[in-house]
């Protein structure tokens, strides 16, 4: 079955240190990965997405993510953590092979970045 | 702001009943998703529509229904309501369909069933 995991419930960082929230994913071929993040009482907000290329993909707010291929795996980062980043983010894929556009998602990661 | 409206944000009805919600993509958008978000599931995909179109299906009730009407918009229809289908119901919408399109989120409908 297709799944996307990511092991940390919670995460805590104290502000001005770099940040990382993982994700690893277990899908045929090469699908595209996407992150979101969720404040309360909001929407989900895109924060970055890979396609292809290079392995480093640079998103809003500051935050980038490293695609792994060999270890399937899709992490989260950010040089300094801001107290405004704590939220509740997402980690999602789509599957090329499918016919259809729909986002598998984790189960979420609470980030908490402490003054 | 992502663009995607959702009407409306709070919803609290009985068991039994039939509610509607309702999403206005982006400007442009010709697909339109619709994902519940629980507590016990996690963000889990409803269905698809693509212009009009039923694109796909995802774990979605059979008393649940949705449809996308000529101006794009669509509604989920959700009806003889139970406790368990309380929830945050998500709408997004992307700009053709296609797998690399970002998907951008309404602000969501908070679902209560009591």
């Known amino acids: 079955a297709q799944s996307v995991a990511q092991p940390e419930d919670q995460v805590n960082v104290a502000e001005g240190n770099p940040l990382t929230v993982k994700c690893t994913y277990s899908v045929s071929g090469n699908p595209y990965l996407f992150w979101y993040v969720q404040y309360p009482n909001r929407g989900l907000q895109f924060l970055l997405k890979?396609?292809?290329?290079?392995?480093l993909v640079k998103g809003s707010y500051g935050f980038e993510a490293e695609f792994n291929k060999s270890q399937t795996s899709f992490h989260l980062k950010k040089p300094s953590a801001l107290v405004s980043d704590s939220a509740l983010y997402f980690c999602a894929v789509r599957p090329r092979s499918y016919n259809t556009d729909k986002l598998i998602f984790g189960t979420g990661t609470r980030l908490q970045v402490f003054p | 702001d992502s663009g995607v409206t959702q009407t409306p944000k709070h919803l609290i009805t009985a068991t039994g009943q039939r509610v509607t919600l309702r999403c206005s993509p982006r400007?442009?958008?010709?697909?339109v998703y619709w994902y519940q978000q629980s507590l016990d599931q996690g963000l889990q995909f409803l269905i698809q529509y693509y212009n009009g179109e039923e694109r796909a299906k995802g774990n979605i009730l059979e008393r649940f229904s949705a449809q996308q009407f000529p101006d794009l918009h669509s509604e989920l229809n959700l009806s003889s309501l139970e406790l368990g289908d309380s929830a945050l119901y998500f709408c997004?919408?992307?700009?053709?369909?296609?797998?690399?399109?970002?998907?951008?989120f309404g602000p969501g409908t908070r679902l209560t069933v009591l």
């Open positions: 890979y396609i292809t290329g290079d392995n």
């Open positions: 997004a919408s992307s700009t053709a369909g296609t797998g690399a399109d970002t998907q951008y």
């Open positions: 400007s442009g958008d010709l697909s």
